[in-house]
């Protein structure tokens, strides 16, 4: 399956709601999966101007979503959201 195909299931899926909102839905799904932390700023720059990034980022925390850019957070990001809260 390809990154975009997987990328408009997420996007459909009935348990996400909000994903219909997100500032994401017409970008390039590549752009939130980046190969380097610097490639990701251009995809942090949409996540800042989300009306539901606080759910996205709340969805990837509970789903442990391990890769790509959620909720204005990269991976490294939330691993040190999870570990705090632990």
């Given at each position: 399956m390809t990154t975009r195909a997987m990328w408009s299931d997420l996007l459909?899926?009935?348990e996400r709601p909000w994903a219909a909102y997100g500032a994401c839905r017409t970008a390039d799904p590549d752009l939130f999966f980046p190969a380097?932390?610097?490639e990701a700023a251009h995809a942090l720059r949409i996540c800042a101007t989300c009306p539901v990034q606080e759910e996205c980022l709340?969805?990837?925390?509970m789903a442990r979503?391990?890769?790509?850019?959620?909720?204005g957070t990269t991976e490294r990001e939330r691993r040190r959201l999870l570990r705090r809260s632990a």
């Amino acid at each position: 399956m390809t990154t975009r195909a997987m990328w408009s299931d997420l996007l459909q899926a009935d348990e996400r709601p909000w994903a219909a909102y997100g500032a994401c839905r017409t970008a390039d799904p590549d752009l939130f999966f980046p190969a380097t932390e610097m490639e990701a700023a251009h995809a942090l720059r949409i996540c800042a101007t989300c009306p539901v990034q606080e759910e996205c980022l709340d969805y990837a925390l509970m789903a442990r979503e391990r890769y790509g850019i959620w909720g204005g957070t990269t991976e490294r990001e939330r691993r040190r959201l999870l570990r705090r809260s632990a």
